[in-house]
Structures are given as structure tokens and as C-alpha cells.
């Protein structure tokens, strides 16, 4: 039943922020820039519920958004993918109870989703390369999604704790025997 | 965590509030900030009359008293005309909204009367920073298929990459991945437009010909090669020419007929009217 609740709570979380960012965020830009929301929903559930959880659900968004706005399929799947593995190693050697590690850890996988994204793009797609544009634009994406990072962080954390509760495994902690 | 709960709320109102305050000033046009102006006068043009009136008095100009008791009568008067004036309005505006949504319809269709076209609207606009995706309101059942061209009253507009039963995706110009053959329309010299990441919808033309004369403010247009774009659709004007050491490397920025930020109702090309034209298609 717990299980259940907690996959209804994503779903609608993935909703909640599909709409937000469609609607809300399509004007309420930064110098025309849009923050990205997905990035955000996939690194926390991945750091709270966990890596087995993390990887399909940041998979499933992505293909989700791939076949929904995408040019090619896969460009989106992959690279939420890989930001769930990666926040499952953030998760191992870094604290989710601090805003500013969260924060910190957010500008990096803003930073590292994009440049993957648009390196997959150069390949698949053979768009133009336009280092200085896309830095301008990265750089105000990543203060972006840190500002709602600050804002949002209260409620993450407690659809968080929920979730870990859920599906994460008491941590034995060995080194305090 | 929190040492305390009270500050960490404050913290996130805090931020809540510069954000928007970033938000706004960094989409704020110097056209949008009459506002500002208007606001200024409305504080200063009341002192600014009183003064001239004390000018007035002082000079034996003094009327204001005498007719004061009409003046109030007239005032209400104007006011109740005021309310009814601005009812009119609203319902008016409402009209004008919908005639301006069809005429739009209407112009585009009779300006490009050589296409069997469907008029579309944007349902959906593209999430990413990187990319320039929309999502218009017609699809396979009704007759759209993948790389037709897409145009509004300006000029082009993309071509259709995927269509589902009741919508369509369409790749726009200015969109990173796309390439369009173009020709200038006075010199008839070909070249090649790519979208790029530039937020002003803007692309940039290589490819130019060494011996081609280029000015700023050439008209372009789309050349018919490439079997997607017929010829002789409206791009974009040229707004600047970047010269480079070798002439071969040099390059145009063309502005875009069509304004991407506020493009809401287009046309797809589902065919030719006439047999001759189109022979890009």
C-alpha cells in the first residue's frame, strides 16, 4: 500500500512539474532562458528513493519528454539515466541534508545534463557548435534551477523522506560498531 | 536541520522575491518601461497643476470657485458615461480579438492562394533552451504529414518533423538542427541558413559565393532545393555581414520575418493549387 502511495506521488509529481514547466516556466524566464525542472525531479528521486527507482523513473521522463518535444528519441532518456546513476554516487559520499550540497549538486548535473545533451546533439544532429551562446545560456540555467533548488527544497524534502522510507533500505552504519 | 523554521521560510519569500524581480527585469524592453513615465507624471502633474494655478491665481486668472458646484454634476455625469464607455470597451476588445484571429486566417490564405493550405495554431512550445520545437493543433486526420512546410503572414515558419492523429511537431527555422537552401531575392545568389542558439530569432547564412554582392537589409527567400521548402517563401531580411580573413569563411545574420515569441496562428502547405509552382516540393 506504502509502495503504492509512493509510486502515485511520483507519477503526480512528474505531472505537476511537466505542466509547470510547459506553462509556468515558457514565460517566466530569465533573459528568455527556462529553467529545467526534470533535472531537478529526476536527481531527487534518484537521491532519495534510490538508484533502483531513480534510473527507470529518470529513463521514463526522458523518453516521456523525448516523444512528447524531442527531435530524436533517446537524447533526453539517456542523459536523465545517467543523472539518476551518477546522483546514486552523490548519495554514497554526500549529505542531502544540506541545501547548499544539494544546490551545489544540482549546478553539476544541470551543467553535466546540457553539455551531454548538446554534444548528442552535435553528433546526431549536426548543429552548428556555438561555445559562447551555449555557455551564456547554460550559466543562466544553472543559476536558475539553483534558485529553485532554494525554493522548492522544504518540499522535496519531505516527499524525500517519504520516499526513502519507502524504498531505500535502513543504512547500517559499520563504522560506528 | 533547520536551527530555525521561521528564518527558513523567510529565506525561501526572500528568494521567491528576488527571482521574480531578476525575472522580470531581465525580459524588461526599454518600450515597456512608459509605465514608469506614466507613473512619474501621475505624481508630478498634480503638483505640477497646482502650481500653475497658484501661477494663475496670483496673476487674477481665478476661476476655479466659480462653476465648482457644475463642475462636480459634470464629474459624476462623465464618470457613469466613463463606466459605460469602458464596458463597450471590453466587449469590443473581445470582438476584435476574434476578427483579428480570423482576418489573420483569411490574409494568410489569400496571400498564399498558389498552396492548398490548413490554417494551425501552437498548442505547445519547446522546454529546452537548446532547441526550437512547437506543437500546432492539426494532425494526420486532418491530412498533415511529415515535411510539409509550415508559413504565417510573415514568412516561414519550420515543416512538420512528426504528426500524431490530432497534432503535429514542427521543426522551426531558428530551431539548432535546421538548414534551409535560401536565395537573396534581389541578387539571386544562393546560400545556406542555419538555425542557432541566439534567443532573437536570428540565423545564420553560410556558404555565401565569393563573387556574390551582399547588403545588409537583402531580402532572402527560400531557394526550392532540398525538396522540402517550395520556392519564394519569405524568410528574413539581412541584418548584418561578418567579413572574415578569408572570403570564403564570411557569413550573414538574417532576422527572421516571423517573431518566434509571439507566433500564435500559421499555415501548413498540404499542396499545390497551381502545377508549376512549388518545384522544391
Not at chain 1, 511520483?10 to 510547459?22: E, M, N, P, S
Given at each position: 500500500m506504502r509502495k503504492a502511495v509512493a509510486i502515485l506521488i511520483?507519477?503526480?509529481?512528474?505531472?505537476?512539474?511537466?505542466?509547470?514547466?510547459?506553462n509556468f516556466f515558457s514565460w517566466f524566464t530569465i533573459a528568455s532562458i527556462k529553467p529545467n525542472l526534470f533535472i531537478i525531479l529526476t536527481l531527487f528521486v534518484s537521491l532519495f528513493a534510490g538508484t533502483k527507482v531513480g534510473i527507470p523513473y529518470g529513463i521514463?521522463?526522458?523518453?516521456?519528454?523525448d516523444l512528447l518535444l524531442g527531435k530524436t528519441i533517446g537524447i533526453n532518456a539517456v542523459m536523465l539515466g545517467i543523472i539518476a546513476f551518477v546522483a546514486g554516487y552523490l548519495d554514497k559520499n554526500f549529505s542531502k541534508e544540506s541545501r547548499i550540497t544539494i544546490m551545489l549538486m544540482v549546478m553539476g548535473v544541470t551543467c553535466f545534463f546540457e553539455l551531454g545533451s548538446y554534444i548528442m546533439q552535435i553528433i546526431e544532429l549536426s548543429i552548428l557548435i556555438e561555445p559562447l551562446p551555449f555557455l551564456i545560456t547554460l550559466l543562466i540555467e544553472i543559476f536558475y534551477n539553483a534558485i529553485l533548488t532554494i525554493i522548492l527544497y522544504p518540499i522535496i524534502q519531505k516527499i524525500g523522506q517519504y520516499l526513502e522510507e519507502t524504498f531505500k533500505e535502513p543504512k547500517i552504519l559499520t563504522t560506528y560498531y | 536541520m533547520y536551527k530555525n523554521k521561521k528564518t527558513s521560510i523567510t529565506g525561501i519569500i526572500i528568494t521567491i522575491v528576488i527571482l521574480i524581480i531578476i525575472v522580470i527585469i531581465s525580459n524588461i524592453k526599454i518600450q515597456d518601461v512608459a509605465y514608469i513615465e506614466n507613473a512619474l507624471g501621475v505624481v508630478i502633474m498634480p503638483i505640477q497643476n497646482g502650481l500653475t494655478y497658484l501661477k494663475n491665481w496670483i496673476s487674477g486668472n481665478n476661476s476655479f470657485f466659480s462653476n465648482i458646484n457644475t463642475l462636480q454634476e459634470e464629474n459624476e455625469a462623465l464618470k457613469k458615461?466613463?463606466?459605460?464607455?469602458?464596458?463597450?470597451?471590453?466587449e469590443l476588445e473581445i470582438i476584435?480579438?476574434?476578427?483579428?484571429?480570423?482576418?489573420e486566417y483569411v490574409n494568410l490564405t489569400?496571400?498564399?492562394?498558389?498552396?492548398?493550405?490548413?490554417?494551425?495554431?501552437?498548442?505547445q512550445r519547446d522546454i529546452s533552451n537548446y532547441s526550437d520545437i512547437i506543437i500546432i493543433n492539426i494532425g494526420s486526420k486532418e491530412g498533415i504529414e511529415v515535411n510539409m512546410p509550415v508559413i504565417s503572414e510573415q514568412g516561414l515558419v519550420g515543416h512538420i518533423i512528426s504528426v500524431t492523429d490530432h497534432t503535429a511537431k514542427v521543426q522551426t527555422i531558428i530551431d539548432t538542427a535546421s538548414t534551409i537552401s535560401c536565395t537573396i531575392s534581389s541578387s539571386r545568389d544562393k546560400m545556406v541558413a542555419r538555425g542557432t542558439l541566439q534567443q532573437n530569432s536570428t540565423l545564420k547564412a553560410t556558404f555565401i559565393p565569393t563573387e556574390a554582392t551582399i547588403l545588409e537589409g537583402d531580402s532572402v527567400e527560400t531557394s526550392g532545393i532540398g525538396g522540402i521548402y517550395p520556392k519564394g517563401?519569405?524568410?528574413?531580411?539581412?541584418?548584418?555581414?561578418?567579413?572574415?580573413?578569408?572570403?570564403?569563411?564570411?557569413?550573414?545574420?538574417?532576422?527572421t520575418a516571423v517573431d518566434f515569441n509571439k507566433l500564435e496562428t500559421m499555415l501548413v502547405i498540404v499542396g499545390n493549387n497551381e502545377s508549376n509552382q512549388g518545384e522544391g516540393t
Open positions: 511520483l507519477i503526480l509529481t512528474f505531472f505537476i512539474t511537466y505542466l509547470l514547466q510547459v521514463i521522463i526522458g523518453l516521456f519528454c | 458615461k466613463n463606466i459605460e464607455l469602458e464596458q463597450s470597451l471590453r476584435k480579438s476574434e476578427n483579428d484571429t480570423l482576418r489569400d496571400k498564399y492562394s498558389e498552396y492548398k493550405t490548413l490554417p494551425a495554431y501552437v498548442i517563401i519569405h524568410i528574413g531580411t539581412i541584418s548584418q555581414i561578418i567579413n572574415t580573413k578569408n572570403i570564403t569563411d564570411r557569413y550573414a545574420i538574417i532576422q
